[in-house]
């Protein structure tokens, strides 16, 4: 069982900046990478950025979508199990419901937060 909790979500206005945290817990034994999605008005879930965790050559690894390169930085501490998602430059788009996942790529078990809501706006 993996346990994962958001915060750091909020108002801000554009241009603004914001840090998203993930505490992980439980057994993280299995899981090879970790990543955030969100969830915006109307839309699809989608991945924002992703990290590898795994030992095979990949660790460290990021990943992220077209719209939020150069703006978002995907990191982890894993002394603190924490994952963090740095946001700055942000733009009203950038608003919705931010998820932390965890997952095995190869068995397919996922894992989320219940989510942190995220609002760029005036």
């Known amino acids: 069982q993996v346990q994962l909790v958001e915060s750091g979500g909020g108002l801000v206005q554009p241009g603004g900046s914001l840090r998203l945290s993930c505490a992980a817990s439980g057994n993280f034994f299995s899981i090879d990478n970790m990543g955030w999605y969100r969830q915006g008005p109307g839309k699809q879930r989608e991945l924002v950025a992703s990290?590898?965790?795994?030992?095979?050559?990949?660790?460290?690894?990021?990943n992220y979508v077209d719209a939020v390169k150069g703006r978002f930085t995907i990191s982890r501490d894993n002394a603190k199990n924490t994952m963090y998602l740095q946001m700055n430059s942000l733009k009203p788009e950038d608003t919705g419901v931010y998820y932390c996942?965890?997952?095995?790529?190869?068995?397919?078990?996922?894992?989320w937060g219940k989510g942190t809501l995220v609002t760029v706006s005036l």
């Open positions: 996942n965890a997952r095995n790529t190869f068995s397919g078990m996922d894992y």
């Open positions: 990290i590898a965790t795994d030992v095979w050559g990949n660790y460290g690894r990021t």
